[in-house]
């Protein structure tokens, strides 16, 4: 199973981008699928999760500026960011909790990370 991160970029405050996380491989099914962002010099940190039902949640610092959605049928979950700040700026990972169809077990996977960069 692989997941792969893409449509980050360089965007002024007040930009937009959209991340798109797909999976692909051996995929029985998808529970949750999520974003968390590593800026430099400090922690990975959660940014939005959606699970299968499509249920959302956010940290309070994006909350109101980000939207996570999923295309269940395209494995592939994305992140609306708009009204961007400075602070927003660090590489954005998707996760995703996956069900492996040919091991039969259920795994946690990361994609790669992709950059954002906003500037002032």
């Known amino acids: 199973v692989q997941l792969q991160a893409s449509g980050g970029g360089l965007v002024e405050a007040g930009g937009s981008l959209r991340l798109s996380c797909a999976a692909s491989g051996s995929i029985f099914s998808i529970n949750a699928m999520g974003w968390y962002r590593q800026a430099p010099g400090k922690q990975r940190e959660f940014v939005a999760r959606i699970t299968s039902s499509g249920s959302t949640n956010y940290a309070d610092s994006v909350k109101d500026r980000f939207t996570i959605s999923r295309d269940n049928a395209k494995n592939t979950a994305y992140l609306q960011m708009n009204s961007l700040k400075p602070e927003d700026t660090a590489v954005y990972y998707c996760?995703?909790?996956?069900?492996?169809?040919?091991?039969?077990?259920?795994?946690?996977?990361w994609g790669q990370g992709t950059q954002v960069t906003v500037s002032s």
């Open positions: 996760n995703a909790d996956i069900f492996d169809r040919v091991s039969s077990g259920r795994y946690e996977y």
